[in-house]
Structure formats: C-alpha cells, structure tokens
C-alpha cells in the first residue's frame, strides 16, 4: 500500500479560508506601510551563503537552511576532509547557497547592489516567507511570513517613533487591542556592559539577558557564568532583573546607573527622545514599555530595538520585532549608511486573532453566478454568455461537467453562489435564459442583456 503522503515538520497547507484570513492580515498591514510612505520591493528566496552567514550571532548561523550544490557536490572535496566528518568544514565546500533566515541582510544586500537606483532615505516594505532551521512548537514554524518596514539613509529618531505608531495603527486595525512594544537601546546594553566590567562579552551577555523571561533570573545567571561572566559582574545587573516603574522612572534610573558610561547616556537620551515623544502624541491600542532586559541576540542592532508581546493572557512569543542597525551595509561594502526597520510577524499575529475570535466572517472568492451544464450543446451556448458575463467583470463559472441537476444545485447551494442559470435545449431555441435566485427562489426567463443588467 502506497505510504500516505506528508509534509516537512514546521511547514503547513493553508486551506482557502485560511489564506483569506491571512490575506486579510497582509492587506491591512500593507495599507498602512503605504500609508506611511513605504514602498515594496521583493528579494530571492536563496542568497549566497556568504550574504548571511556571520550575521545573526553563532545560535543564528545554526538555525539557517543550506542548500547542497547542484551535481555531484561531493566530488570535488578533499577525502581528507570527508574523513574528518566536521561537518562545519564540509558544508562550506557543498553548499554555496542557503534560504534567506530574515528579510534585514537580504535588504542590507539590495541597498548595496543597488544603492545608484535608491533615492535615500529609502522607504522599503518586504513581505515575504522566510525559513529556520528550528525546533517547531506552537507559534515557532520553519517556514513562515515576514512583513518587514526600513528606512536606510536616515539617522532622525523620528523614525523610532514612526514605528511605534505604525505598530500602533496596525494592531488597532486588527483590533487586537492590549499589545505591548518592548523598547530597549543597544547603548544602554552596551553601557551596562562596561560598567560591570564585561565589554568584552558584551555579545554574551546581551543573548543570556534577552532569555530572562523565558529561563528567569537563575537560568540567565547560569549561562553568563558559563560565558566566563564573573560572579562580581552579575550582583552588578542584578536590579535589571526586577527593574519596575513608569517609563520616566525607568529612564532615570538608568541615567544613574550609567552616569560613568558615556555610551550608555546616550541610549538613555535616544530612548527618552522616544518615550517622551510617544507620551505626547498617544497611542490608540497599544502600550509602550521601557524593558531593559530586551537584547533580541542580533549582533547587527546599534541603537533602538522593539518588540512586541500579545496581550495578556496569550500565550504567545513575539509577534513582531526590530532595532537600528547604523552598521550593518558596511559589511557589504557601503559604510555609513543608517537603517532602522520593525517587522510583524503574521504567523504568530494569525494565531492570536484566532484565539482571540477576532477574525470578522471570511467571505471566500466565489463565482456570482453558475451555468448548469446539461450536455455538450447547452454548455457551448452558456459559454459565449459566460465570456460576456467576465468581460464585465461578474464572476461566473460554467460547471463542468454534465452532471445530474440535483448536484448541480447543491453545488452552488454549498458555495452560496447567490444565481444559477438554467439552459436547455428551449432556451437555446429561444435565445434567452432561465435565471434562478438562489436566495429568493424566483425564476425569470431573460435575455444576455438582462442577465447582465441583473447579475452585474
């Protein structure tokens, strides 16, 4: 017996009331990208290796999708390398390509190669799927959906604002009321850093500190010490562990703990550009929240980073994130070149309208009117009416085969196509058409050009 057919763990089929509903999340952040001044660009599904490894820390180069190279890959490799069974040495010599682990360095790539055709600063959104090579678990998929905002070319911190309003407007055009926008700056990290005397294992200390709500304060202080953070440097980030108040408080808490730090003032000061501005203007939905434990373990974030949290109650991770990264073209070749950019990611936000029931009723594609097919002749006629019918853009659909009437009506019944046309061989003499109201029941006999005038 023939094995049942399958698909690859952290991959899914979408059914059509499924892809409506995810179309529906994609539209309405598509509106309001442009509404912000965005524009669309799209990016290869695979890079060259080169293009992503060493960008997202040692966890992230582990988590990307190689791809073997065409041929017989293995060929050309040296029998002593095969021997070593290092797979790490191996790779590099049988895989020259790998699926894009975000849609940021693919972008970074893009302003580079194409920096002569951008006018700066470059407004760009991106939707498009992404793959990790992860451990699936509920909200974590290896293939999922990305819609990504950057702005390249800019160093205002305007922007860092714009994104939190933008977060803001999306999920209040979801109403998906109660979020809340993680807010942190990488010079405040790097400035605790260097007052606990661990500049050096900076990179170290940021990806512990960002697992703390999800290993607590004990799991965190474990996987320090076993990074080589010294006991006396860990009693010093104590207080972040339990740090409360209101922004403002948090902010000036900071301002003294970092009072030695020069680069830790001035994430202090960018974050307060950005909370006091937030206060002043509003938010409809959302919350903003001063989290300083936030680190999202990406090497390339410089200044501000986001993340976003669903609302009480859902268990959840995060549904969107993002930060400045003013260095990360440089790695390409174009220096000086700032960038900061939010993502959404629509996988997790689908999950929790579901569980949250907040998705309105799906009306699914569907024709507004059926031909009932009794046999070759008939169709023939229902089919030159059927292209008049398209031509004015009045979904229709012939079904296709010459069926008993009773399916034919359940069909459409099952579809809830709101007319069904009827033609025999009466109607073909006559020229004209039975059309049945699906909703009333009533029959009329009618011309094409009634049958336009009503349908349409």
């Known amino acids: 017996m023939a094995q049942k057919p399958s698909i690859p763990k952290g991959t899914r089929d979408f059914s059509p009331t499924e892809v409506a509903k995810r179309t529906y999340i994609f539209s309405t952040i598509k509106e309001v990208f442009e509404v912000y001044g965005f524009q669309p660009i799209e990016t290869p599904s695979f890079e060259n290796s080169s293009t992503l490894m060493g960008k ?17 890959f293995l060929k050309k490799v040296d ?12 790779i590099s010599s049988i895989s ?8 940021t360095v693919p972008f970074a790539r893009y302003v580079v190669q194409h920096q002569n055709e951008i006018e700066f600063p ?27 905002a950057d702005v390249v070319g800019s160093k205002g911190l305007w922007q860092e604002v714009e994104f939190v309003q933008l977060y803001d407007a999306v999920f209040s055009k979801l109403k998906l009321t109660g979020t809340t926008i993680k807010l942190n700056n990488r010079k405040i ?24 709500d999800k290993i607590g304060a004990e799991g965190v202080t474990t996987e320090m010490l076993s990074k080589g953070i010294s006991e006396e440097a860990i ?56 989290d300083v434990t936030l680190a999202r373990g990406l090497n390339y974030y410089t200044g501000a980073i986001y993340e976003v949290s669903a609302p009480e109650g859902v268990k959840m991770g995060s549904i969107g994130g993002g930060g400045r990264y ?40 569907k024709p507004k009117v059926l031909f009932v097919n009794f046999g070759k002749n008939e169709a023939a006629y229902c089919m030159k009416a059927l292209t008049e019918l398209r031509k ?16 034919q009506m359940n069909y459409a019944n099952r579809r809830e196509i709101p007319f069904v046309v009827i033609v025999g061989s009466t109607e073909v003499e006559n020229n004209n058409f039975t059309l049945k109201n699906m909703q009333t029941g009533d029959q009329q006999v009618c011309s094409l050009k009634e049958l336009l005038e009503i349908t349409l």
């Open 326 to 365: 003013d260095d990360l073209t440089g790695i390409f070749g174009l220096p000086d070149v700032s960038g900061v950019g939010i993502s959404f990611g629509l996988d997790r936000i689908y999950l929790v309208l579901e569980e949250l029931n907040l998705f309105d009723v799906v009306e699914l594609p």
């Open 79 to 90: 029998e002593s390398l095969l021997a070593s069974k290092n797979s790490l040495k191996v």
């Open 56 to 72: 997202y820390g040692e966890e992230g180069d582990r988590l990307i999708f190689k791809i073997l190279n065409s041929g017989d």
């Open 96 to 103: 020259e390509k790998a699926l894009r682990y975000d849609l």
């Open 189 to 212: 990290l790097a400035g605790i850093a260097e007052i606990i005397g661990a500049k050096d294992k900076l990179i170290d200390f940021t990806v512990a500190l960002d697992k703390l």
């Open 235 to 290: 009693e010093k980030v104590q207080p972040l562990f339990n740090f409360s108040g209101s922004n403002q408080e948090k902010l000036n808490q900071l301002q003294n703990m970092l009072a030695e730090s020069e680069e830790g003032l001035k994430g202090v000061e960018d974050l307060r550009f950005v909370v006091s501005n937030i206060e002043e203007l509003g938010l409809e939905s959302a919350k903003l929240n001063l």
């Open 392 to 407: 004015n853009n009045i979904k229709s659909e012939l079904y296709p085969d010459s069926a008993k009437m009773k399916k």
């Open 122 to 148: 470059f407004k760009r959104y991106q939707m498009q799927p992404v793959w990790r090579a992860d451990r699936p678990q509920k909200g974590r998929f290896r293939e999922f959906y990305q819609c990504d």
